[in-house]
Nanobody, 124 residues
Framework: QVQLVESGGGLVQPGGSLRLSCGASGFTLGSYAIGWFRQAPGKEREGVSCIGRSDSSTYYADSVKGRFTISRDNAKNTVYLQMNSLKPEDTAVYYC?????????????????WGQGTQVTVSS
């Protein structure tokens, strides 16, 4: 059974950092394009970052460029989203998603497998 599980969310002050993890069971993440998305209350799901199969491509939304970094650890079958210099507007539920593609996409409709999400709250 294919399953994605996010972890690492929480409450952090503005300017702080969090590292989100996306772990998988039932398949090898290194063979998939992985996307990170977020959804704030009352807003549409937004593509934040993604990484292609074998790190063939990466993407960052303009709103997070220079602050967020996506990476893989194939030995741990995990993809990370390192989030630095967090802002209140980064507050959202963050989801990881996977698709059997070489290149990643910032569009949610491109992904078949989804995790349950992890809450990130940036507040003083």
């Amino acid at each position: 059974q294919v399953q994605l599980v996010e972890s690492g969310g929480g409450l952090v002050q503005p300017g702080g950092s969090l590292r989100l993890s996306c772990g998988a069971s039932g398949f090898t993440l290194g063979s998939y394009a992985i996307g990170w998305f977020r959804q704030a209350p009352g807003k549409e799901r937004e593509g934040v970052s993604c990484i292609g199969r074998s790190d063939s491509s990466t993407y960052y939304a303009d709103s997070v460029k220079g602050r967020f970094t996506i990476s893989r650890d194939n030995a741990k079958n995990t993809v990370y989203l390192q989030m630095n210099s967090l802002k209140p507007e980064d507050t959202a539920v963050y989801y990881c998603a996977a698709e059997w593609e070489r290149y990643c996409s910032a569009y949610a409709a491109s992904y078949k497998y989804w995790g349950q999400g992890t809450q990130v709250t940036v507040s003083s």
